[in-house]
């Protein structure tokens, strides 16, 4: 089996090497979520200095999607997650 | 005790050059790269480290053959830290960053810095910019460079510069071509501005050939036009576009903007130029003069740190004084071809995406606010990104620089605590 991460508990497939914010797009995955009433995170600058596309890593620190290499077993969720149970 | 190390941050054309003629003069250099590997925006390698079937410049293909080849001519004398995000230098003088690998935030002090950090792309605000599905062309290039896969589904492209139909062949060719390219600027109008383009002997080349692609794959490419407003629609965007007098509008799944590029100097701190441990800045993050100038600037300020600590005369960085001065006429050129009048956004239109604020409330400030009233009354500036994406846009919605802000403060990113608590300071001290 390829490997995997997970965007709210659904598995997404992803190639070695590959960012998280290039997996999801080709999931078609474009809407990252709401921090809380304003616009949905999303990748947008892909150099990590917009900060539009940081997400939640179950067990670890939330990371900027386009910068941080995709890893199997990966469980992510949008912002407001953080701490929430998608682990 | 082994010698202290010059430090660098950014592992693009500019910061790879600095290191190696850093270390080709025998000194140590750590270089720090947010990304796991070096190349920074411009010579983004494919994920699988296959060959790129994006189609690029031979130029550049060769430019970053060379700097590899010597960097790792050098390799025992540089520590290269990938993964590793520049955070600020902090109240002591040490200059912070996280191991995003061990999540660890490290401290050291080097004996220079140089900081590479690049450019950030400019874009003028319209209602909808904040939408997901809007992506800088930027952003997408990078993407597309690495993955090899244009976005799936309609894609418009609006703004201004030469980075519009460059990635628009490059999509094209990769096998998406966008629905059209909106150019804000009209250069006809600008024909002194376009002639020394061509007299400049810049990539003219380089433009005819995506101008072939574009003519080739039927891509329209409008001058005098520019997206006036995105809407959600169904699972893309609806967005209004003005082209020439006329309105029409366009579903995609794709917006791509961008509207230049200027310096990420945003929380850089630089000190006195006679100070103990100098900093200087390099390549885009100093000025804006693209890839070719950047390894030009890297040099420069490379060679600048070794006149300091006294391996070497200054006679070296000025002669670079020339090419770069080219790049810079050659840039001003393509903003006076490309120049266009600024509109005020509509009132609604979001400013400062990280905090949620509008141009209403930006118009709603005092017209000589200081940095820190915008900031702190206005709450522009405050959030995740520290500005770095809203002050450019209200430098140029102000027509005037932002007044500077008392000393940059750490963290440039966001970082963990729990990173922070697991700090680790270097055996220099």
Redesign the interface.
């Known amino acids: 089996m390829s490997s995997h991460l997970f965007w709210n508990g659904v598995p997404i497939a992803f190639?070695?090497?590959?960012?998280i914010?290039?997996a999801l797009?080709?999931a078609?995955i474009?809407?990252?979520g709401r921090p809380d009433?304003?616009?949905?995170?999303?990748?947008?600058?892909?150099?990590?200095?917009?900060?539009?596309c940081?997400v939640t890593v179950a067990g670890?620190?939330?990371?900027e999607a386009?910068?941080?290499?995709a890893r199997d077993g990966l469980r992510l969720g949008p912002l407001p997650w953080i701490g929430a149970d998608h682990g | 005790m082994a010698e202290v190390p010059i430090l660098v941050v950014g592992g693009g054309p500019a910061g790879a050059s600095a290191a190696a003629t850093l270390v080709e003069a025998g000194l140590r250099v750590l270089l720090i790269e947010q990304r796991d590997r070096l190349g920074g925006a411009i010579h983004r390698q494919t994920a699988s480290g296959a060959e790129s079937p994006v189609w690029r410049p031979a130029r550049h293909r060769r430019n970053w053959a060379a700097l590899t080849a010597r960097l790792g001519a050098a390799a025992e004398r540089i520590d290269i830290r990938t993964q590793t995000v520049f955070l600020g230098v902090d109240g002591e003088g040490r200059f912070l960053f996280e191991d995003r690998r061990s999540e660890r935030v490290l401290a050291r002090r080097p004996r220079a810095a140089i900081i590479a950090v690049g450019a950030i792309e400019t874009i003028r605000p319209f209602p909808g910019w904040e939408l997901p599905g809007v992506m800088t062309v930027g952003g997408a290039q990078v993407l597309l460079k690495e993955t090899g896969r244009p976005p799936a589904g309609p894609v418009l492209i609006a703004g201004s510069g030469p980075l519009l139909p460059a990635l628009a062949a490059q999509l094209a060719r990769a096998g998406n071509p966008p629905v059209a390219v909106l150019e804000r600027g009209r250069p006809w109008r600008a024909p002194g501005a376009l002639a020394r383009l061509i007299l400049s002997g810049g990539p003219t080349g380089e433009a005819a050939s995506y101008a072939a692609v574009l003519a080739a794959h039927r891509v329209p490419y409008r001058c005098g036009a520019s997206a006036l407003r995105a809407e959600p629609d169904g699972d893309g965007l609806k967005v209004a576009c003005r082209i020439g007098t006329s309105e029409q509008s366009l579903h995609v799944r794709h917006l791509l903007i961008h509207d230049g590029i200027v310096p990420n100097r945003t929380g850089i701190p630089l000190p006195a130029p006679e100070a103990a441990v100098p900093v200087l800045q390099a390549g885009d993050g100093r000025e804006a003069l693209g890839a070719d100038a950047a390894i030009l600037d890297g040099r420069r300020a490379a060679l600048q740190v070794l006149a300091r600590l006294g391996h070497a005369s200054t006679a070296g960085a000025a002669s670079l004084e020339r090419p770069l001065q080219r790049a810079r006429d050659f840039q001003a050129a393509l903003a006076e071809a490309l120049h266009s009048a600024r509109v005020a956004p509509s009132p609604e239109t979001l400013i400062c995406r990280c905090e949620g604020r509008s141009y209403a409330d930006l118009a709603a400030l005092a017209e000589d606010a200081s940095a820190r009233e915008i900031r702190l009354m206005g709450r522009f500036g405050l959030g995740a990104c520290q500005g770095r994406l809203c002050g450019p846009m209200i430098e140029a919605l102000r027509a005037q620089p932002l007044p500077a802000t008392s000393s940059p403060r750490w963290p440039l990113r966001p970082v963990s605590v729990a990173a922070l608590a697991r700090l680790t300071a270097d055996e220099t001290e």
């Open positions: 190639e070695p090497g590959e960012t914010a290039a797009l080709r078609g474009v809407d990252l009433d304003g616009p949905g995170g999303r990748v947008f600058c892909g150099i990590g200095a917009c900060q539009g940081v670890a620190a939330p990371v386009c910068l941080t290499p």
